[in-house]
């Protein structure tokens, strides 16, 4: 069946430091590709998406490409911050986003220092 | 405008009861979508609901059923509750499935004891 698969964390990083969180989707029909981040105590918001290839979502900061030919969509950020601790979520929409739901990885708990 | 709103927030529950959760849209969402959230498995899908009718559902057993109303708001019910059924269950919704973009309530945390 369909699967996203995401780096397992915690990943602890300093402040300031380049974040790369690796997500990786199974290549079936052309799904599209989200992040989503869930605050401790919130449910989760939707931080950025793309719907074909090559296509890059961003926000906040945060970016991802969509990734054909390595069936990736890795988020990144060039500088984080202590308020960007959260888990991060990586989803497909796979038959538009009917038959199965989201198809979520596992999530990745991010904690920033100071 | 007012977000996804569930209840209730948690609740603690004993093998073999039943439970009830209730999710309201954000005002003109018509899909409404439920997942279930655990450290193990994490994310699942479990059913979603658009127009009143069940359009998608997840690899759950029967125990899991839901419902939606003329008013979007819809509600999920276990039944003869087992231990691992303890979960933080979400409620997702939106104008359409098809484009992934899911505003989702903060969950009703269940326990079952």
């Known amino acids: 069946g369909n699967s996203v698969t995401q780096m397992e964390g915690p990943v602890t990083l300093s402040e300031e430091a380049f974040l790369t969180i690796n997500c990786t989707y199974t290549?079936?029909?052309?799904?599209?590709l989200f992040w989503y981040v869930q605050y401790p105590g919130e449910g989760l918001q939707l931080l950025l998406k793309?719907?074909?290839?090559?296509d890059k979502g961003s926000n906040k900061g945060f970016e991802a490409t969509y990734r054909k030919e390595t069936t990736s969509f890795h988020l990144e950020k060039g500088s984080v911050q202590v308020s960007d601790s959260a888990v991060y979520f990586c989803?497909?929409?796979?038959?538009?986003?009917?038959?199965?739901?989201?198809?979520f990885g596992k999530g990745t708990h991010l904690i920033i220092q100071p | 405008k007012a977000g996804v709103t569930q209840t209730p927030r948690y609740l603690i529950k004993t093998r073999g009861q039943q439970v009830t959760l209730s999710c309201s849209p954000i005002s003109g969402h018509r899909s409404v979508s439920w997942y279930q959230q655990t450290p193990g498995q994490g994310l699942q899908f479990l059913f979603e609901y658009f127009s009143e009718t069940q359009r998608n559902k997840g690899n759950f057993p029967g125990r899991f059923s839901g419902r939606q109303f003329s008013n979007s708001r819809s509600e999920m019910n276990v039944s003869t509750l087992e231990l691992g059924d303890s979960a933080l269950y979400l409620c997702?919704?939106?104008?359409?499935?098809?484009?992934?973009?899911?505003?989702f309530g903060e969950g009703s945390r269940l326990t079952v004891l």
């Open positions: 989803a497909g929409s796979y038959s538009g986003g009917g038959a199965d739901g989201l198809t």
């Open positions: 997702a919704t939106g104008l359409a499935t098809s484009t992934g973009e899911l505003f």
């Open positions: 793309a719907t074909k290839a090559d």
């Open positions: 290549a079936t029909g052309y799904p599209s």
